[in-house]
């Protein structure tokens, strides 16, 4: 199988990652659970590992670093954590619905939802965004990467808007933690989210958050935590205090190997590899004819991904018969980004989503390119 489906999930793991879970599911204990060697044992992974991605992310800290089982849940906990009824958040047409659903529960709740609109390539207006912040504002929620176009939100220039306003800077980092480098204190954000399943090349199940020192985020949940058993509250010391109950130690004694990769191979080194192949297959498909593609390509910035249809057909009809006839596995449908297809039009048929991995070959995306142009023909 060709698997060209790496913005939903890596699906091919360095060996490392394989075998620090495997290692973990042999001898860890329960981390702060006891004094014994494997609940020892598994403190210092998951400290290695909240140390490892707070230095990847240019966190103040270990502790601004939080475990979650995904983004969803993450932006879950800033959105539900930050936000209070007569407050007003600006979002973006870019988002998926880990934002956009929670910010609509909000909104339904007393919270005031501005959406930013996108271009017809897929682009904000950072004027608009500007110009939509209120008196009320109480954050910017937006991403870094969109999952369909593979457009890429200049997170710095929004961090700077948002400092100038003092509003708070939630950023959705599901596609570009791992590819591009992220540092939360210059690009002045203030809560970041994260999942490890995807280019952090982690396990499925493990993801986070970093919060800013000083800002205070309402735990989505409470219960046991190790310390302070007595007391009827959970702990409000960070991370604990949004980290309630037995953390996936197995998964994050993996997304520790996975960033020690990063760390070892270089992730600018990484990027290059997989855009050379995003940019190899846009080469290979833009000018077949009946093919369309959605996204900004005018900029060597942007996520490894290639979206595009084929005339009229249903997105999953050419998915499947990528599958089925030449062992290429896409992602078609909606991609849980409905504002993005709104503004593409293609809410009806959906769109197939190439998305490149450095565990690709030039020989599988040239693969890719000639099934493109044989079903382009039919």
């Not at 271009?119 to 500007?130: A, F, K, Q, T, V």
């Amino acid at each position: 199988m060709i698997y060209m489906d790496n913005a939903a999930t890596t699906m091919r793991k360095p060996k490392e990652v394989i075998e620090a879970v495997a290692n973990a599911m042999q001898c860890m204990g329960n981390a702060g659970r006891g004094a014994h060697e494997a609940s020892l044992d598994a403190s210092r992974v998951i400290y290695d590992t909240r140390e490892r991605l707070a230095r990847l992310f240019g966190a103040e800290s270990p502790k601004n670093i939080v475990f979650t089982n995904n983004s969803t849940e993450s932006l879950n906990i800033a959105i539900r954590g930050v936000l209070c009824p007569g407050d007003h958040v600006v979002t973006t047409m870019l988002e998926h619905n880990s934002v956009l659903r929670p910010l609509y529960a909000m909104e339904e709740n007393g919270v005031e939802l501005t959406i930013v609109s996108s271009d017809p390539s897929g682009n904000i207006s950072y004027d608009e965004m500007e110009a939509a912040i209120r008196p009320h504002t109480k954050a910017i929620v937006c991403t870094n990467g969109s999952n369909l176009s593979g457009n890429m939100i200049d997170i710095a220039r929004v961090g700077e808007i948002a400092k100038r306003h003092e509003v708070l800077l939630i950023v959705d980092a599901s596609q570009t933690a791992g590819v591009y480098p992220i540092d939360v204190q210059q690009m002045q954000i203030d809560i970041l989210c994260f999942t490890g399943h995807k280019s952090l090349l982690g396990p499925q199940g493990t993801g986070g958050m970093y919060v800013r020192t000083g800002l205070e985020v309402r735990p989505l949940k409470c219960g046991g935590s190790g310390v302070d058993t007595y007391n009827k509250h959970h702990p409000k010391e960070m991370p604990t205090a949004l980290e309630a109950g037995t953390l996936n130690g197995h998964g994050i004694a993996g997304l520790g190997a996975a960033v020690k990769y990063l760390e070892e191979t270089g992730i600018d080194q990484i990027r290059e590899k997989e855009l050379q192949y995003m940019w190899q297959f846009y080469h290979g498909v833009k000018k077949i004819p009946n093919v369309k593609i959605y996204g900004d390509f005018s900029t060597e910035r942007r996520c490894p991904i290639v979206t595009l249809n084929i005339g009229e057909y249903d997105s999953s009809e050419v998915s499947d018969e990528l599958l089925m006839t030449y062992g290429i596995s896409t992602r078609p449908g909606a991609h849980c980004a409905p504002l993005m297809h709104e503004a593409f039009g293609t809410v009806e048929q959906g769109a197939v989503r190439f998305s490149f991995s450095h565990y690709n070959t030039e020989e599988e995306v040239e693969t890719a390119i000639q099934a493109i142009r044989e079903l382009a023909e039919e």
